[in-house]
């Protein structure tokens, strides 16, 4: 005997066609604006000639790392050999996806987490729909991201957001909620409000946490470069799709490999951003 089945699929449908004959001139307008951010990010990142950029860069990263000349040098020598392999354009239009898609999962991540931390109705609200985020496969993501926005850039950015930003949400929570209570209560015998208790306690000895989930959504951002890649999100997602699809191993792996000297870049600078907050 069959049990009958649960309109799921047809309730789903029902409601995306709900949502974009009501929404729609919303997810248009959101569309396009994301869309202009993204490009203007790029233009901004191709201004310079790739040897200046790769200077300015170098000098940036030995600033940031305190005088770590050999993090200078060997992301000077990564971005030459990303350069010389023809890719840099596409290397700065994958890296502004991913400033773009970063800055935006911290702007909803990172409130997210303090509402979550300062009231355990909301924390309690959270947990599943995190748990439901980052345990779904990420081509999942693709679909209301296609469905909504078409294809381009803005629906890979939409889904690299979603994917990427429960990290963000969960350890600003966990390094608010790290904080010892005897200085929340010694804050609070001062007088404190609220507000001052958040910006001049928590946030500051919460930091190193939150930071450590900036690195990993930054991480997981460019972990969706080559899924993005199929809805049409272009850079060197894209060239490592188009190598898998020619079987072109060459093209394939230069591609991925600029993606990872890009990972590690951004990886040990934010890594030398939270050692910092540390000390």
């Keep these: 005997m069959n049990l009958p089945k649960v309109p ?21 307008g959101i569309s396009g604006a994301l869309g202009f951010v993204i490009s203007l990010l790029r233009d901004a990142l191709l201004v310079l000639p790739a040897p200046v950029f790769i200077v300015v860069a170098a000098l940036l990263v030995w600033f940031i790392s305190r005088r770590n ?14 350069w010389d392999l023809n890719l840099w354009d596409l290397s700065m239009e994958t890296l502004a ?10 702007l909803i991540g990172i409130p997210t987490g303090i509402m979550a931390a300062r009231s355990d109705l909301v924390n309690r ?8 985020m980052q345990t779904m496969p990420a081509f999942v993501y693709l679909i209301p991201a296609v469905i909504f926005f078409g294809l381009g850039n803005v629906p890979g950015m939409i889904a690299t957001v979603v994917f990427a930003m429960p ?27 609220e507000r001052q208790k958040l ?7 919460a930091m190193p946490t939150i930071m450590a989930g900036v690195n990993q ?15 049409g999100a272009r850079g060197l997602g894209y060239k490592v799709l188009e190598g898998i699809q020619r079987l072109d191993i060459g093209t394939g792996f230069e591609a991925g490999l600029a993606i990872v000297i890009l990972a590690i870049i951004l990886d040990r600078l934010t890594q030398s951003l939270t050692a910092g907050r540390r000390e």
């Design 8 to 28: 799921i699929g047809d309730a789903v449908e029902v409601l995306v066609s709900w949502i974009e004959g009501t929404f729609g001139w919303l997810l248009n």
């Design 69 to 82: 000349t050999h993090l200078a040098v060997g992301s000077a020598l990564g971005l030459l050999l990303v």
């Design 97 to 106: 996806l991913v400033i773009a898609s970063t800055v935006l999962a911290l």
């Design 125 to 132: 609200a959270l947990k599943p729909v995190l748990d439901l």
């Design 167 to 193: 990290p963000v949400i969960r350890l600003t929570a966990l390094g608010i909620l790290q904080v010892p209570r005897d200085l929340i209560e010694l804050a609070e015998a001062f007088g404190t409000t």
């Design 199 to 205: 910006i001049k306690v928590q946030l500051p000895l």
């Design 217 to 231: 959504c930054i991480m997981m951002a460019l972990s969706m470069v080559v899924i993005a890649a199929m809805i």
